[in-house]
């Protein structure tokens, strides 16, 4: 399997909800980071259990009625395109846990992130709006916002998560940077994944892979497709007139986002030495934190 994925045909008829792509250690070849995106129409159904594996089902777009662990949850999702101004709900469990989900919007879009569950054996729960904090990372052109829907100061055993958005002309993931070796506290072994969309939707987006070492990878990344980071400096540019969604998954043997930035573009950082931004915490009013 190449670094990018591409996603199967729509089957507009199709009985049950469709897998458009899906991403296993094995088909990536790595240890960690499994990754589903499912696309469901009205009145479909989804179901799944984490079969011993610590569990993220996250939907990006339309509205559905949710299970988890048997308890009835209403009603999850708001937003009918991953580019509204509102954040996405997510269902957490891990272990034995199950989810049910029911289309009730013309259609849906869920994606679903998994990695070999620890020894914490967390609780499930319902991950909301008011649970996930904004982001405004960089500025100029590598300005992008991001939605922190499972981070590292949120309770979990492996997964990470996040939203990113970048306006077209812009610069993401920047500086270029990689955490592909475990060397705490400086960089953690993290596979990842970037899960694509465009707007509008026949644009692009370029998304590089490289290493100094034989490893070197430009794509050109269409709406609902994937790209794998196995290891290596990464960056994404939205091309001008083209704004650019991506998800973020990434999953190690530690849960700790800790990189290295591409000594070219050291000279870039702020004096703090961190590419993060300016965070807007849920329910926090209009206070903002610097980190």
């Known amino acids: 399997m190449g670094l990018l994925i591409r996603p199967t045909s729509r089957l507009a008829q199709a009985e049950g909800p469709q897998a458009r792509l899906a991403v296993t250690p094995a088909s990536a070849g790595w240890q960690y980071v499994s990754f589903t995106v499912y696309h469901l129409r009205a009145g479909q159904r989804l179901s799944g259990t984490a079969e011993g594996q610590e569990t993220l089902v996250m939907i990006l777009t339309g509205v559905g009625e949710a299970w988890l662990n048997g308890q009835a949850l209403g009603e999850v999702g708001e937003r009918l ?11 957490y469990l891990s272990v034995d846990g199950h989810y049910e989900i029911i289309c009730r919007s013309e259609e ?10 620890t020894e914490q054996h967390l609780p499930a729960r319902l991950i909301g709006p008011a649970d996930i904090s904004l982001e405004i990372r960089g500025s100029g052109q ?3 916002r991001i939605r922190h829907i499972l981070d590292t100061d949120q309770e979990a055993e492996r997964l990470i998560a996040v939203e990113v958005i970048t306006p077209g002309g812009n610069w993401s993931s920047f500086p270029p940077h990689k955490h592909d070796s475990e060397n705490p506290p400086h ?4 596979e990842e994944t970037y899960y694509h969309h465009i707007q509008p939707a026949d644009g692009f987006a370029i998304q590089r892979v490289y290493t100094y070492d034989g490893l070197d990878e430009t794509m050109t990344v269409h709406d609902g497709e994937l790209v794998l980071v196995p290891r290596g400096y990464h960056t994404v540019a939205a091309v001008p007139g083209c704004d650019l969604y991506y998800l973020n998954v990434m999953a190690g043997p530690r849960r700790a986002w800790q990189y290295q ?16 931004g300016t965070v807007l915490r849920p329910g926090s009013g209009a206070s903002l934190r610097s980190s």
Do not use: K
């Open 261 to 276: 930035v591409d000594e070219a573009f050291r000279r870039l950082l702020p004096p703090s030495g961190s590419i993060m």
């Open 142 to 144: 590598t300005e992008r």
């Open 187 to 190: 960089e953690s072994y993290l």
């Open 81 to 91: 395109s991953v580019f509204d101004d509102r954040s996405p709900y997510a269902l």
């Open 108 to 117: 849906m879009e869920i994606a679903v992130a998994a990695a070999p569950a």
